[in-house]
Nanobody, 123 residues
Framework: QVQLVESGGGLVQTGDSLRLSCAAS????????MAWFRQAPGQEREFVAA???????TYSRSVQGRFTISRDTAKNTVYLQMNSLKPEDTAVYYC?????????????????WGQGTQVTVSS
């Protein structure tokens, strides 16, 4: 069974940085699109960033310029570098993998999900 395992969340202050990691159990994801979503209490799951197999990426407007998604295919790992964090970035962050190669921004387009990692930004 395919597994995605996130790590790197924590409690930080406004303006700090964090790097999230998502390790995939199978190397087949190296050719698939992968993404990060987040969900705050009482809110719907929100698209954050996605990356294609060749490295092309797209971001939500709320994180554009502050977050960077990247992948290391040799390690089957996707990263989310988060800089200039704000309290509104507080959420559980989920890694997701698609069965396809296209970048998608809807959660329903992703087939595999990690368990989530909590990011809390204090003001």
């Amino acid at each position: 069974q395919v597994q995605l395992v996130e790590s790197g969340g924590g409690l930080v202050q406004t303006g700090d940085s964090l790097r999230l990691s998502c390790a995939a159990s199978e190397g087949t994801f190296s050719s698939k699109a992968m993404a990060w979503f987040r969900q705050a209490p009482g809110q719907e799951r929100e698209f954050v960033a996605a990356i294609a197999w060749f490295g092309g990426a797209t971001y939500s407007r709320s994180v554009q310029g502050r977050f960077t998604i990247s992948r290391d295919t040799a390690k089957n790992t996707v990263y989310l570098q988060m800089n200039s964090l704000k309290p509104e970035d507080t959420a559980v962050y989920y890694c997701a993998a698609s069965s396809g190669v296209r970048i998608e921004t809807l959660p329903s387009r992703y087939d595999y999900w990690g368990q989530g990692t909590q990011v809390t930004v204090s003001s």
